[in-house]
């Protein structure tokens, strides 16, 4: 499958049901690098707890959320966060050519569930700053089994619909518009958590 013809596939989805999803948007090579990457950065205690609330008005509060991250940016020279960046780069110009979506910026950090933890149901989309336009998580969970837990629980129209978060899938949606959360992980879950803006 060529670059572009993935890029369809996870549109086509999201075009279809709302809920784009395709397991091979990020190659193996690079997704088994990145895992690395952020194992490393865990062992390094680089992750700090993620809040709830915008740049202003943060508040950590574990019983809503109890994910660690840790901001990409290509000022860290990683070849990795980079190559990812670059695919990111391709993915919202193609978006904006064959859908008109007029995306002008992203950003996505690398998150890791510990064993317990979890993610109470929310939207994405802050009541005071609507830039952050499509919601994207590509999962780094090597050999994740039924029974581990932490699925990604969409909720539409009164129905659940859950998503395990095995290797390479990439899920794809409006942040303004479903709500959903993550199930307790029975055991560590990372992934690579974004945002496609318009700023
Ligand atoms: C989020 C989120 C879902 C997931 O970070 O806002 O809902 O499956 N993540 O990790
Ligand atoms: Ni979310």
């Known amino acids: 499958m060529t670059l572009q013809e993935t890029f369809n596939t996870l ?6 049901d709302k809920v784009g999803i395709t397991d091979n948007f990020l190659s193996e090579v690079l997704t088994s690098h990145l895992i690395s990457n952020l194992k490393l950065l865990y062992a390094e205690k680089q992750l700090i707890s993620a809040g709830i609330g915008n740049e202003k008005v943060t508040v950590k509060d574990a019983s809503v959320r109890g994910d660690k991250i840790y901001w990409l940016d290509r000022s860290h020279n990683d070849p990795y966060e980079n190559e990812f960046l670059d695919l990111m780069d391709q993915f919202v110009s193609h978006l904006n050519s064959t859908c008109y979506t007029g995306i002008t910026g992203y950003e996505f950090h690398y998150t890791l569930y510990e064993k317990g933890s979890f993610y109470k149901k929310h939207l994405d989309q802050f009541r005071n700053n609507g830039s952050r336009q499509y919601s994207m998580i590509m999962y780094l969970n090597a050999n994740w089994q039924e029974g581990d837990g932490g699925e990604l629980c969409i909720h539409q129209n009164g129905n659940m619909r859950k998503i395990a978060p095995t290797n390479g899938r990439s899920v ?28």
């Open 11 to 16: 549109i086509d989805s999201y075009i279809n």
């Open 172 to 199: 794809f949606f409006k942040s303004s518009e479903l709500e959903h959360e993550v199930l307790v992980t029975h055991k560590p879950r990372m992934s690579i958590t974004g945002w496609l803006k318009i700023n």
